[in-house]
Structure formats: C-alpha cells, structure tokens
C-alpha cells in the first residue's frame, strides 16, 4: 500500500481505542465528566453489561447550546487552556478525548441543557457522525446514551468479555467514585434493577458501609494522618479506611487508592499498604483499604496515560512512606484497644524503620509508668525457665497490653486472665505463635545463627517437584536452623532443626514447609512465610494442658509483643471482656 495519511474518521477511531476499553472506560469517562459537571446526583444504568446500552444521567452545569458540538471534537475541553494548567489540576478530565472517542465507536445520544438556559439540545451521533440535533425540554444537567459500542471496530468487539465480567467492571467504576466523592449520590441500575445506591450524605463511611457491607465496614480502621513536609518530602494527607489484620483476601483487589478524588492503579502504593501489615498477616494476604491521599496538585502528574488510571509522582518514595507509615500507625493505634489504660500503650512510631527494613524490629522503649497501681514487674521475673520456650523476654520493650493475672484454663485451649478492666481470653495456640514468630524474626535479623539442634540422620524421599524446591532453598532453609542435605536422587538426609522444633519430627516439619515454596517469591517474603510455619509448628497446640507457670510465661511475653492481638497469620489471640460489659451481661446496674 502506498503511503496516505489516514481520514478523520479513521484517526478517531484510532484514537478511540486508547480511550475506550470496554465498556468500563466508558462509564468511568461518563461519570467523571458529570463529576466536573458538579453534578449532586449522578445515575448510571446499563443493559446486558453495557454492551447494549449504557446511560449516565446528571443534575450538574449542562453544557451550552452553542457548545455541544464542539464538546464531540476531538481535543476539545473546557478544562484546561495551557500546559500549565496541568500543574494544578483539579478536574478528573483534561484531555478532551473521552466524548469524540466515545461517539467514535457507538451510537450516542446527548441531551443536555445548560444552568444559564432555558431550552435543552438533542444530538444523536453513530460512529462520529452527527445525524441530528434540535432543541429540546429538559431538566439542567446532561444525559448521555451509548448503544451499540464497538458496533463499527469489530476487533474490539471480539474481545469483549463475558457479561459479568462488564459488569464487575462497571459496578467497581462506579463503586470506586462513590468512594471518592461521598457528597455525590450514585445510583447504579443493571437491566432495570438497582444494584448500588449511595446517600450522598458526604460521609465516607456510609459510602463504604453500601460498598463493602456492614460486616467489612466493622473490621475496618480508621487512618488519618497528615504527613508533615520535611526537607523536600512533600506533605501527603492519607485518610480513610484499612481492614484489622484478621481481616484479609489473597488478592489486592480490594486495596483501593485515590490520589485527590482519582482512584488510580500503582502496584507501588498497594504494595506500601500490604507492607504495612508485615509480621501481622501471612504474607501473600491482603488487607481490604480505602485510602484517598491528599498531594499538592504540582507534585504529581497525571497526565501519564490516556486513561487517567496511572499518575506519576515527583517523590514516589515520600508518597510509599506516608502510606505505609500512616496505616501502620492505624493498625497499631487499632491494636491497643481503647479498653486497655491509654498509660499502658507506648509505641514509638518514630521509630519506624524505612520501608524495605524490618518493621517489627521494635526499638528500646522505656518501661512505661502508671501501671504500678497494678501487679508489678517485679513480681515475674523475665528468667524464670519454663518447660515452654517463649525466649529470653524483651526486659526493655514497652508493655502494649496491661499485665494480666493468669485465672487457669478452659478445654485445654484457652487462658483465662484477670486484668486492671476486665477479663481476659488467650486463644493458647495463636498467642504462644506471636511470641515464638516474633523471637524468630528478632534472631533472623540480628544475624545470630538461629540456635538448632542436631538429629540423628533421618533420610527422605520426595516427589522430583518438591525436591527440586527443597534443592532450591538449601540455604534457607539453613538460615532459618533447618539443616538438610542432599542425600540422593529426590532422597534428602535432615541433619538439625531449629531449637524451637527440638521435639518435632524432622520430616514432619518439612512435609508442612513445602506448600510455602513458591519458586516466583522473593527471598524474604519466602522467610517470612517459612517463620510463620515453622513457629505455628512450635508453638503450643490447643489441647495441650499447660500449667500455672507456663501460661504466665505466654502472657508475660505477649504483653511485650507490639502487635499482641494477633497471630502472624492473622488470628485473633485474645478477647476482651470490660468490667462494663461483664455488668451488662449479668445485668448489674454500676
Ligand atoms: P474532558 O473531560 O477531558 O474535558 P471530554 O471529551 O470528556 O473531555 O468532554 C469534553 C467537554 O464536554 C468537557 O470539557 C465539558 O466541557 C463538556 N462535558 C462533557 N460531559 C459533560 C457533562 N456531563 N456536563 C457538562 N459538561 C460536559
Ligand atoms: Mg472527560
């Protein structure tokens, strides 16, 4: 073919492929310019996931009667005049695409009518075609109807996806934007039935209750934090809302971020999120977040892809750091539960260790003051052996829980504790596996050799999969005080186990690793993951009868714990019940 340059129409339908995805990006691009409308209500229905027919109605500014054509033109917006506008964007559109992309490929129909006029205007497009346009009656504000879509870009429509997965998508567009603009009432209708509605009442919270449920919405923390400027870190505001620990999902689907009012996709920034759980949930989980971060509007660009789901920030670290910072503090904040004495919970977040190191490695903290009215310190000495390993103690760690008096034991599972508010459930297990996980990460990252035990030679044989797993993660393995060789073809020879394992059987223990191999893991989330298992293994099992001393030794060392009321694997450890709620229970008028 000799060289032309392409017509019109054919460019826009060009163009309109960067623009318009699937029927998602159309909803997203429709509800983003009702929201710069200033709409107060925003409704969308659709029919057979978009395919055929998506409507977005709106009560924002309408747009002129003079103006509607052009607001079809390709790189037509009246949102931005100079490249510099850009700089202090504050509207979710700019490039003046979406409207021209869209009419490329559907059939669209536009009634709008402006605040400043009386009479309203129809125009009808197919494919970037104005078929026809008149005056007309209608409420200020503008609706948009696409049918047909992809009608004339067969290649787009092959490669539509199932109807409920449109949908999904759909309902996530509009979810998210309800998310970022509470003042806004949205109202969501597929195939004639609403399926989402939101109050517009301007309060996150009752946004994300619709959203996620009441049920989600109760395991969720706050977070609001203003990260100061310091040098030239810029000041980012995060507020919103992160799941407790034990509530968590193996994708990060629900980990939502808005940077001023966009809800926008970085790997970078959920990443900050999930990290911000580290040694509190098993990692390969996912907290459930909804974050909207405040930047001055110079500090981030985003204008790095046609459809506005990606932004570029000029200090992506500073902007890692107060994410991660701001729902770790949350979580922390969450973690010392108001029952227990504000006197008793001192927690350094200043301390916090630069994304990358560990964040557990808590550091000195003084021993708190004003719990003296309770059981002292000195009543338990730190040294005192006990048949259960808990380790040496954290003499120097701040107390995160009140101390608590050791009742007895209930079905061999769980310790009753008295404390200054109340009273007090261990789950036995999960409270022992905080402890020994945390001991184990301390040494691991203190470099000591992990303190092992010799085993008299005991030989394996594997599956060839798992025996190139175990090949792979020789030294792993070995760090972590598990000491195996290759002894033949798939057939290994264990030679020491962790001193915390001293009693386990050897291949047991392997056989229980070998589901956290995953050969695409990086090292330390690997470690990580090989810690949890290996101190689940160790710790005591429910069942187990425990005497006196050792569950006080397991209570002792879980009041040091910064993070006590989890398991590393995100189960609870341990239920409150205040003196209040004790009254209530047996209806004792205080
Ligand atoms: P952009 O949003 O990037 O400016 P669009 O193609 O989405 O580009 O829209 C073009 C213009 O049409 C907008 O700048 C705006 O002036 C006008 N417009 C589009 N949708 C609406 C609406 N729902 N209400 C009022 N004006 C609208
Ligand atoms: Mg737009």
């Not at 981030?300 to 670290?317: G, I």
Request: with cysteine.
């Amino acid at each position: 073919m000799p060289i032309e340059i392409l017509p019109e129409k054919v460019i826009g339908q060009i163009a309109a492929g960067e623009v318009v995805e699937r029927p998602a990006s159309v909803i997203k691009e429709l509800v983003e310019n009702a929201v710069d409308a200033g709409a107060r209500t925003i409704q969308v229905q659709i029919r057979d996931g978009g395919r055929r027919l998506m409507r977005v109605s709106d009560d924002g500014c309408g747009i002129l009667s003079d103006e509607v054509s052009l607001a079809f033109a390709r790189h037509a917006t009246s949102k931005l005049r100079t490249i510099d506008d850009l700089m202090a964007i504050r509207t979710l559109g700019f490039r003046g695409e979406a409207l021209s992309s869209i009419a490329a490929v559907s059939h669209l129909v536009l009634v709008t009518r402006s605040v400043d006029e009386t009479v309203g205007t129809q125009v009808r497009i197919e494919g970037g075609t104005v078929i026809q346009q008149q005056s007309i009656g209608a409420p200020a504000g503008t609706i948009i109807t696409v049918e047909n879509l992809f009608y004339n870009t067969p290649a787009r429509l092959k490669f539509m996806k199932q109807e409920s997965t449109e949908k999904r998508q759909i309902s996530g567009v509009v979810t998210r934007y309800a998310l970022a603009y509470p003042h806004i009432r949205f109202v969501l209708e597929q195939d004639s039935r609403e399926i989402f509605r939101t109050s517009g009442s301007g309060q996150l919270a009752d946004v994300v209750v619709t959203a996620l449920g009441l049920d989600t919405f109760r395991q969720m923390i706050v977070v609001d934090s203003e990260e100061s400027a310091r040098g030239n870190h810029p000041a980012v505001g995060v507020y919103g809302y992160t799941s407790l620990p034990t509530l968590n999902r193996n994708d990060r689907s629900r980990i939502m971020i808005f940077v001023n009012g966009r809800a926008i996709q970085d790997t970078n920034l959920t990443f900050a999120v999930t990290q911000a759980y580290h040694g509190l949930m098993p990692s390969g989980r996912h907290p459930i977040a909804v974050l909207m971060l405040d930047i001055a509007t110079d500090l981030v660009d985003v204008n790095v892809h046609p459809t506005k789901a990606e932004v570029r920030f000029q200090n992506s670290d500073a902007v890692f750091t107060a994410v991660q910072r701001a729902v770790r503090r949350a979580i922390v904040s969450a973690a010392n539960v108001p029952d227990f004495a504000s006197s008793m919970t001192s927690y350094d977040v200043d301390q916090w260790a630069a994304p990358g190191t560990r964040w557990l490695s808590q550091a000195d903290g003084e021993p708190i003051e004003g719990d003296a009215g309770y059981l002292s310190d000195e009543l338990f000495d730190d040294d005192d052996p006990t048949a259960i390993p808990v380790g040496p103690g954290a003499p120097s760690r701040p107390r995160t829980m009140p101390m608590l008096r050791v009742v007895g034991q209930v079905g061999a599972t769980y310790i009753v504790a008295e404390g200054p508010v109340g009273l007090y459930l261990l789950d036995q297990h999960a409270a022992h596996h905080r402890i020994l996980y945390e001991q184990f990460m301390d040494d691991l990252s203190s470099k000591q050799p992990i303190a092992r035990q010799t085993v008299d030679g005991q030989t394996f044989d594997v599956p060839p999969r798992e025996a190139r797993l175990i090949e792979q993660n020789l030294d792993a393995l070995k760090q972590m005080g598990l000491v195996v060789e290759i002894f033949g073809t798939n057939t290994f020879i264990v030679r020491a186990l962790p001193a915390i394992l001293a009693d386990a059987d050897a291949v047991d223990v392997l056989a229980s690793l070998m589901g956290e191999f995953d050969p695409r893991e990086s090292a330390e989330s690997l470690t990580d993951r090989l810690a949890i298992r290996l101190t689940a293994y160790a710790a005591v099992k429910s069942g187990q009868v425990l005497n006196m001393d050792e569950m006080q030794a397991i209570v002792r060392r879980l009041e040091r714990s910064p993070t006590p009321l989890t398991s590393p694997d995100g189960h609870p450890t341990l239920i409150h019940m205040s003196n209040e709620q004790l009254a209530r229970e047996f209806s004792r008028s205080r």
